[in-house]
């Protein structure tokens, strides 16, 4: 099992910045990729930002290239998001992910509101 703890979200002004934080514990062994996706009230949930540890890989979606951030300690197994140039289509509940193996581990959300 994985544990994730996610920090770092609230409210900021369209243009704005912020910062989320994930903590990983427990069976960290096996990690193939850690990621940030975004769920915002009735859409589905989807990718904002991955990386993989092979080779380091990072993806990101289309709506948050060259405005979001995605870095990774695995020393520290953490997993940050810097997100600036904040707009309001932002909005939603991030989670941290995890895939292992063939599990698929998550946080239990952090609330982002971008206000216009």
């Known amino acids: 099992q994985v544990q994730l703890v996610e920090s770092g979200g609230g409210l900021v002004q369209t243009g704005g910045s912020l910062r989320l934080s994930c903590a990983a514990s427990?069976?960290?062994?096996?990690?193939?990729?850690m990621g940030w996706y975004r769920q915002a009230p009735g859409k589905q949930r989807e990718l904002v930002a991955a990386t993989t540890t092979n080779g380091g890989r990072t993806n990101y979606a289309d709506a948050v290239k060259g405005r979001f951030t995605i870095s990774r300690d695995n020393a520290k197994n953490t997993l940050d998001l810097q997100m600036n140039s904040l707009k309001p289509e932002d909005t939603a509940v991030y989670y941290c992910?995890?895939?292992?193996?063939?599990?698929?581990?998550w946080g239990q959300g952090t609330q982002v509101t971008v206000s216009s």
């Open positions: 992910n995890v895939q292992r193996y063939a599990s698929n581990y």
């Open positions: 427990g069976s960290i062994f096996g990690i193939n990729s």
